[in-house]
């Protein structure tokens, strides 16, 4: 079973050196560990575009689909047998990059 | 065996047998809505044909087989409409599987209870979850219990059985490393359960509702064998058993609530109080600094070691609710303790601590009802009065209004 860890910060810096040397850490270890799936790092809101052509002609809007103080900053993928496991390797990404880590199953 | 034996019959092995099935079902099969749906059609089964064919030797296993063959009938019936399952089905099917290996607990309520009282699930789902699957109690009866309408009640316990099965919260007592985490949030639902079953809430239910008492210890019974040198299982294990054993002196012919200076103290269970006793010495003994249930279970000995109520030593009371207080300054124990200071310093002091307290609790009948009783020992009859009257306006448990409306109608004209 995947789970999708989200990043959520509500500053616009990105991760420091000591931040960047915890997560490559974490990130090794969930590898060896065979948790890895995939890891990404997302610009800011500002840089962010939403489309909707649900009408036949797209709409494009500057930001993101909603404003608020906290946004995704980034993801893991990982491979979890159960929801423990998650909340395990969440608690490890939390702490590695120093920011709230939601939790949610991937159907 | 006449019609009523057998509807008790149904009825005690509800009570008793219901978070078992459900347990083991839960367990076999993994889904919390087919344990809980096979366990319901087993008992509708029984009620419907043991007053023509008897009540089985063993009702428990009956249960659950039936309520077993019930739901491989129903996976299976489910599995022909979509193919997804077919391989489930297969699994399932298997019958001489060896058991999984367990946690470092075999139990499978406590299983169930670990599951149901996960941290991954909101604080009032884990104990609805809890009442429903191991308490067996009706989604109206924990709605009503919990002062929330039928309807939410059912969706609450809906989406945490929904989110148990979609994000795959284990059926599993966590492993040893985990446990000492997990089990404070289990002992607040354990409290929880034991305390709705001894002040019992609802117009159509009994004041008491010993099935949940019994089924809250037995479950600390269960967490104290595996953790024995957690001090607040001891504890609440402990609160539990000194509380429980002044149950039959607590209501009387009448139906009325009786207070604890008021109970016949020969009524109390002896076993129960000495087993009390020597659990809270136990935890005494370590010189470890106390938790709650620790705390609240010295503050119940105090009270089971007098022989009468004068024997009380109530300033051993208040220096317990003092240490309470500090851990937890919430405006609950702050009246609690003004109870114990009432015995204290007298009823005006203790007045004075309650007035205070008047801005948070003023939707929480005990605070009426303390009120009531110390500005009727003070003599403002017209004043107590209509602190009883918002009293009984506010108490669900129906011996508690029969008691309170009792006084309220002994005073004075005044």
């Not at chain 1, 489309?51 to 946004?71: C, H, I, M």
């Not at chain 2, 347990?23 to 099969?29: G, I, P, V």
């Not at chain 2, 939410?152 to 966590?174: C, D, N």
């Not at chain 2, 005990?366 to 017209?382: C, I, Q």
């Amino acid at each position: 079973m995947q789970y999708l860890l989200s990043v959520i910060t509500d500053s616009a810096a990105l991760a420091d050196d000591e931040e960047a040397a915890a997560i490559d850490v974490f990130n090794e270890g969930m590898q060896r560990d065979g948790h890895w799936v995939f890891a990404a790092g997302l610009a800011g809101p500002d840089n962010t575009t939403v489309v909707d052509n649900r009408g036949g002609q797209a709409l494009l809007t500057d930001g993101p689909f909603v404003e608020s103080k906290e946004y995704l900053i980034g993801f893991w993928i990982v491979e979890a047998p159960d929801l423990d496991v998650a909340l395990k390797l969440a608690a490890g990404g939390s702490k590695a990059c120093n920011r709230k880590v939601e939790v949610r199953p991937i159907l | 065996m006449n019609a009523i034996q057998v509807q008790d019959a149904i009825a005690r092995t509800h009570r008793e047998e219901w978070g078992r099935v459900v347990a083991a079902l839960a367990r076999r099969f993994g889904d919390l809505d087919v344990a809980e749906e096979a366990a319901a059609e087993a008992f509708a089964a029984a009620v419907e044909r043991w007053p023509d064919e008897g009540v089985p030797p063993n009702p428990g296993g009956w249960l659950t087989t039936t309520a077993h063959r019930r739901a491989l009938d129903r996976i299976r019936r489910e599995s022909k409409r979509d193919a997804k399952q077919r391989e489930a089905q297969l699994s399932y099917d298997e019958p001489s599987e060896p058991p999984e290996p367990v946690g470092v607990i075999e139990d499978e309520r406590l299983r169930l209870i670990f599951t149901c009282c996960h941290p991954a699930l909101a604080p009032e789902a884990r104990v609805a979850l809890t009442l429903r699957m191991l308490g067996g109690l009706t989604v109206a009866e924990i709605a009503r219990a919990f002062l929330v309408q039928e309807a939410a009640m059912g969706q609450r316990i809906t989406r945490a059985k929904a989110k148990i099965r979609t994000a795959r919260i284990p059926y599993r007592v966590p492993s040893a490393e985990d446990l000492p985490d997990r089990v404070s949030g289990v002992l607040a639902v354990l409290f929880l359960v034991f305390n709705e079953g001894y002040l019992a809430t609802g117009p159509g239910t009994e004041p008491v509702r010993q099935e949940l008492t019994a089924e809250a210890i037995r479950l600390a019974r269960l967490l104290r064998a595996q953790l024995p040198g957690d001090g607040e299982v001891a504890g609440l294990l402990a609160l539990m058993l000194l509380t429980e054993a002044r149950r039959t002196a607590r209501v009387s012919s009448g139906g009325e609530l009786v207070a604890l200076g008021e109970q016949d103290r020969a009524a109390w269970d002896a076993a129960l109080i000495a087993e009390g006793h020597r659990l809270v010495r136990e935890r005494l003994a370590t010189g470890a600094a106390p938790g709650r249930y620790q705390i609240l279970a010295a503050i119940n000995a105090v009270h089971t070691s007098a022989r009468r109520v004068e024997d009380t030593d109530w300033s051993q009371v208040v220096a317990l609710y003092d240490q309470l207080v500090r851990l937890d300054p919430s405006p609950v124990v702050a009246l609690n303790r003004a109870v114990a200071i009432a015995e204290l310093d007298g009823p005006q002091v203790a007045l004075a601590a309650v007035d205070r307290l008047g801005d948070r609790l003023s939707g929480y009948h005990p605070f009426h009802a303390t009120r009531a009783d110390l500005l009727r020992r003070l003599g403002h009859d017209a004043e107590a009065r209509a602190a009883y009257d918002r009293a009984v306006e506010l108490a669900g448990n129906t011996a508690e209004s029969a008691a309170l409306t009792r006084r309220r109608n002994e005073l004075g004209a005044g």
